[in-house]
């Protein structure tokens, strides 16, 4: 038996019969990497030590750890009524957060559906793609368009939409009818771009052939990240959102953003549709909705997407989709004391007056061993490393494993180190994240 010794439990911890998510779970669990609390910036491990925040835990935890007014929400609330179903019924919590959060939304997307995650609001989204446009007597618009190297969850749709081949490769067919883009990400002429890269907004143009090659008349939607964050960190050329609008504009193709990275203050407003000025007619979100605290996801649509489903007589269900615990009680509350924060705090444009700072830290790791291209944009950035021969995805992971017992956590994908701190972080948490970083990268061959 696996086993690791726990010392705040007093006891011996056995990790065989966890099956992990998204690991290497023998490399893991021969020399485990546990987390035991978190407050503010900062992990504390199973053995006492701390370890910095560099990706807000997955992607999620803007506001940063040990956020006491949503335990003390979610406390109260599951005390008071812990589940009600919201098929032909209803409480008031989710009423009153789809309200807040169309507050935020870009304008127009105001209409919210709620799920429990990224993946499942992506499936959603797809669904009332062909939804709507079989509503509206357009029954042949059944085609999906994604993009290379894109991430849009692990639901069977989900995969299909995306470009990321070790997600979809040992799953047999996927859904029919499903086309990519060509990713964005361009070495040979965008390395080392601070902020939006200057190249590559003929990237979009590609749509306009695979409009020539099935018709407009048989494609429903396109669906893109704004930033493509698990991919490693590839970025849109400047001007390509738009000209991806204007192209689904122009030939009645709805367009799908997928925020569950990007939502939530991550770039700089609280959605990338903001900060970029391009809005979509389905957008999905999750993680920061309840800051990473309880499971929840939310799709925001236009009211001209639910205006095509309420037709026919009152008593019929017009859309019959939607999960158990959708809009649940518990992660309500989470969501709302969330949102609080995000206001009081004014997290969801905090990191403007920090981009720079963070942008200058990074990109002071230019040439470093191996060091082939560095990207940013608002609270994000991406060290990309050389492959070794043989060996892809090997330097990355030997950085990633290093930085945590340097007491740093960041993400690698492949040779890529992501990382994406809380929006609570200070300039000396920059610091710390880039001189370790650095250090590790210069100690790994």
């Known amino acids: 038996m696996n086993s690791i010794y726990a010392p705040a439990s007093q006891q011996d911890l056995s990790l065989d019969e966890f099956w992990m998510p998204f690991t290497a779970n023998r490399q893991f669990k021969d020399r485990p990497r546990l987390l035991e609390s978190a407050e503010g910036m900062y992990y504390t491990d199973v053995e006492g030590r701390q370890v910095i925040d560099g990706t807000s835990g997955l992607w999620c935890c803007n506001a940063g750890h040990g956020r006491k007014e949503i335990a003390e929400a979610v406390s109260k609330q599951i005390s008071k009524m812990d589940f009600a179903p919201t098929f032909q019924m209803g409480h008031p919590l989710p009423f009153q957060l789809a309200e807040r959060l169309v507050e935020l939304a870009p304008d127009g997307l105001n209409r919210v559906f709620f799920t429990n995650s990224g993946s499942e609001?992506?499936?959603?989204?797809?669904?009332?793609?062909?939804?709507?446009?079989?509503?509206?007597?357009?029954?042949?618009?059944?085609?999906?368009?994604?993009?290379?190297?894109?991430?849009?969850?692990?639901?069977?749709?989900?995969?299909?939409?995306?470009?990321?081949?070790?997600?979809?490769?040992?799953?047999?067919?996927?859904?029919?009818?499903?086309?990519?883009?060509?990713?964005?990400?361009?070495l040979e002429r965008n390395a080392f771009t601070r902020g939006l890269p200057k190249h590559g907004v003929e990237y979009a143009d590609h749509l306009e052939r695979l409009v020539n090659l099935h018709g407009a008349e048989n494609i429903a939607a396109v669906i893109v990240e704004p930033m493509s964050g698990s991919a490693?960190?590839?970025?849109?050329?400047?001007?390509?959102?738009?000209?991806?609008?204007?192209?689904?504009?122009?030939?009645?193709?709805?367009?799908?953003?997928?925020?569950?990275?990007?939502?939530?203050?991550?770039?700089?407003?609280?959605?990338?549709?903001?900060?970029?000025?391009?809005?979509?007619?389905?957008?999905?979100?999750?993680?920061?909705?309840?800051?990473?605290?309880?499971?929840?996801?939310?799709?925001?649509?236009?009211d001209k997407i639910q205006d095509a489903f309420m037709h026919g007589p009152d008593g019929i269900i017009e859309l019959f989709h939607g999960y158990t615990y959708s809009g649940h009680p518990v992660a309500a509350a989470a969501a709302l004391a969330t949102l609080d924060i995000y206001a009081r705090d004014g997290l969801l444009t905090r990191i403007r007056d920090l981009e720079v700072y963070w942008q200058e830290g990074l990109h002071s790791l230019k040439g470093l061993p191996n060091v082939i291209d560095i990207r940013n944009t608002g609270m994000v950035g991406a060290v990309h490393l050389a492959s070794r021969d043989g060996a892809p995805g090997r330097r990355g992971y030997d950085v990633f494993e290093g930085c945590f017992w340097s007491g740093l956590m960041v993400r690698n994908s492949g040779d890529i180190i992501a990382m994406a701190p809380p929006l609570i972080v200070e300039k000396s948490h920059i610091d710390q994240i880039i001189n370790t970083l650095g250090d590790v990268i210069r100690r790994t061959p």
């Not at 029954?139 to 997600?167: A, C, D, K, P, Q």
């Open 232 to 302: 490693g960190v590839i970025l849109p050329p400047q001007g390509y959102l738009k000209r991806l609008r204007e192209i689904t504009e122009k030939h009645g193709i709805l367009l799908i953003f997928d925020e569950v990275i990007t939502g939530f203050g991550r770039v700089g407003s609280p959605f990338a549709s903001q900060r970029w000025e391009v809005t979509p007619d389905i957008m999905t979100t999750a993680k920061g909705l309840t800051n990473g605290a309880i499971p929840m996801g939310a799709v925001f649509a236009s």
């Open 121 to 186: 609001s992506v499936d959603t989204a797809l669904k009332i793609a062909l939804a709507y446009h079989r509503a509206r007597g357009e029954g042949t618009r059944t085609r999906l368009i994604g993009r290379e190297l894109g991430y849009h969850g692990v639901g069977f749709g989900g995969i299909s939409v995306g470009g990321m081949v070790n997600n979809r490769k040992a799953f047999g067919v996927q859904l029919p009818g499903v086309d990519h883009l060509p990713h964005t990400l361009d």
